[in-house]
């Protein structure tokens, strides 16, 4: 069945730690995207992805950093964490067409990080 | 910059009741438009996309609306069950950035048995 896979669900770590955020898909899908989510706000696009070797910012700057070296994975790391990185990280993709549209997005599980 | 509104923020409701969610949005060129679902804790579920060429969606008891031109959508839901609880996001691909979708920051509901 095809899907969208995050791990770790969950993540409380110390300031300073370097993290990784994995992200997964099974769709086929080129376009890929990491929403931030605060507890009771909206969604906001932190980074983008068009397919291999294409990574592009968000909305909202972030300190994170992400890589797409293979169209199913596209993890996102920080390299030192801070308590202000507390939040909710979801991964999503869609389709896309060249010159035209980004198609429906769908959405993984989410990844709960805590810094202490 | 385009910005995405949902009223209300909370909505609670008795089963059986059938309902609206509402969502504007200030830039009315977009190229979609679409409507999750989000439990506590958990990821989005996609409900129902309309792109900007349609009037509405439908899939099962759930029905939305777009209206670009005043900048609104709607999400009905028929026969309202406690399973429908959840927190429903409204989105909006934005034309400005690649088809990108703007969040609106979503209207609770909570279905009473």
């Known amino acids: 069945e095809a899907d969208i896979y995050q791990t770790p669900r969950y993540l409380v770590i110390g300031t300073g730690k370097k993290i990784t955020l994995e992200c997964s898909q099974t769709m086929g899908h080129d376009k890929m995207y990491w929403y931030q989510q605060d507890p009771g706000m909206e969604l906001h696009l932190i980074h983008y992805s068009y397919g291999v070797n294409s990574t592009e910012k968000g909305d909202l700057s972030s300190e994170s950093t992400v890589s797409r070296i293979r169209t199913e994975h596209f993890p996102l790391t920080l390299e030192s964490a801070r308590p202000s990185h507390t939040s909710q990280y979801l991964c999503a993709s869609s389709e896309y067409i060249t010159g035209v549209l980004s198609g429906e997005q769908y959405f993984g599980p989410g990844t709960r990080l805590t810094v202490t | 910059k385009q910005e995405v509104t949902q009223i209300p923020a909370a909505l609670s409701v008795p089963e059986g009741e059938n309902l609206v969610l509402n969502c504007s949005f200030t830039?009315?060129?977009?190229?979609?438009l679409q409507w999750f679902r989000q439990d506590p804790g958990k990821g989005l579920t996609s409900l129902l996309l309309?792109?900007?060429?349609?009037r509405e969606q439908t899939s099962g008891r759930l029905n939305a609306s777009l209206d670009k031109s005043s900048g609104r959508s709607t999400l009905y839901i028929a026969a309202s069950q406690p399973g429908d609880s959840a927190t429903y996001l409204c989105a909006v691909g934005n034309g400005g950035s690649q088809g990108n979708l703007i969040f609106g920051k979503g209207t609770k509901l909570s279905v009473k048995p």
């Open positions: 830039d009315s060129a977009i190229y979609n």
């Open positions: 309309i792109q900007s060429s349609q």
